[in-house]
């Protein structure tokens, strides 16, 4: 599972100034604009306007992990055998 992060993706979490602003997941390494992030942040970040429509949103759980692997997550640990 997991994607290579696009041009934008990759430069969104290595510009330090937008990076604040990104959610990278631990599981697969989705990236997306954090979900609390000021609308106008974009206006002052390197990449412009448009930001999160180019990459979307993500939201993290408290493990750092994206919905689709924190579900994957739950669904190992559920038919671990004991
Ligand atoms: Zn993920």
Do not use: Y
Request: glycine share 12%.
């Amino acid at each position: 599972m997991g994607k290579r992060p696009n041009e934008f993706e990759q430069m969104a979490i290595t510009v330090p100034e937008v990076r604040r602003f990104v959610n990278q997941c631990g599981g697969c390494g989705s990236v997306g604009v954090k979900p609390d992030a000021p609308d106008e942040f974009t206006r002052f970040a390197p990449l412009g306007p448009g930001l999160r429509e180019r990459i979307g949103v993500l939201a993290l759980d408290d493990r750092g992990l994206c919905e689709m692997c924190g579900r994957w997550l739950d669904d190992r640990t559920a038919h671990r055998p004991a």
